[in-house]
């Protein structure tokens, strides 16, 4: 299925109400992730405190949600506890991504690492995985616990191995792809899955659910690495280049070093070797000059397109819209960051 221009622009209008129906259920999960702070010990729940923080996005809650979705009404227990599930899991990556990325800033203030240390920074990851994973063993099926552990050593996978490749300047397409789907795509599917799952949906619809889930899953995981060379750190609200200063090769990196010379390329090996200063302002301007913006875009367009194909036979299920318009939240994300370009 092809979106037209027409379809985008009735959707967008959609999302304001999109997420003023899942006002109480996000309400609802926050409460709940307050209160899990109270099952730690007393030394360390202002930590886990500041770990939880509810001032993010909500991708993968609201996800689960219009994945099981029953009306605007209902707010389901197991769905609330899903989501926690899912963010407190995405909120221990975060956590252990900042350490490996030198980050300072996550969500416009200081990361857990930066905050607190990086040894006490890594055991407040742990201790958060560990929470999720408790979590996952109260509900009614065993079947979500043992996709959480799947999903979540998928994660870690993907995680070590992005951390093996750093500093590799040959990584390939294929190496890259594979890293993306673990380490950020899996959440996703699960996320879709299991919100279908739990809501009594058929396995076929769930499956699809939890590809359209994979899909949308790699094609924002591309936007992060986007905006990670393309994005203002006021806007996104962490710590910008820390791709090229970490020796990390994102697709915007992969595509600019096969146009390079070869003198150009040497540079950027050893630049993401760690063998000369990243000089992330000169990279910013190759990748400017090759067009290598246009191309990353183009690629999140056709994984989101791809996304909504999945869920296409089932549009009689009301999950089906509202997944559509939270693909489409992503797809005005990336022409408002192509404005960004534009206007700077």
Known sequence: MKTSERTRESESK??????????????????????????????????????????????????????????????????????????????????????????????????????????????LGDALFSHAVFLSTQFPTPEVCQ?????????????????????????????????????????FYVSCFLGAKLSGEDS??????????????????????????????????????????????TLPLILMRERLDETERRKLSSTLAGEIPADIAYWLENLAQMGIFEEVKNTIFKEITQARTVIEPYREIPAVAFLETMSELLWNQVVALKSDQTSN
Not at 159 to 184: A, C, F, H, N, W
């Open 14 to 123: 959609l999302l304001p109400e999109l997420f003023h129906l899942l006002r109480p259920h996000l309400s609802a999960l926050d409460a709940f992730l307050d209160e899990q702070v109270q099952c730690f010990e007393s030394e360390i729940k202002d930590k886990v405190d500041y770990c939880i923080d509810t001032s993010g996005k909500r991708i993968r809650p609201s996800l689960i949600f219009f994945s099981g979705w029953q009306g605007e009404e209902i707010i389901d227990n197991d769905l609330v506890k899903l989501a926690a599930v899912v963010e407190i899991i995405h909120l221990a990556t975060l956590v252990h991504d900042d350490i490996m990325d030198m980050a300072d800033i996550r969500r416009k203030q200081d990361t857990v690492a930066k905050k607190f240390g990086n040894t006490t920074a890594v055991l």
């Open 147 to 187: 996709r959480v552990a799947i999903a979540m050593r998928n994660v870690c996978s993907g995680e070590i191995m992005q951390t093996m490749q750093r500093g590799d300047p040959d990584i390939s397409l294929e190496s890259y792809q594979r890293v993306i789907d673990l380490k950020t795509a899996e959440l």
């Open 204 to 249: 076929k619809f769930c499956e699809a659910a939890g590809q359209f889930g994979r899909k949308l899953g790699i094609a924002y995981q591309i936007y992060d690495d986007l905006t990670d060379l393309f994005g203002s750190q006021e806007k996104i609200g962490k710590t910008l280049g820390t791709d090229i200063a970490t020796g990390k090769a």
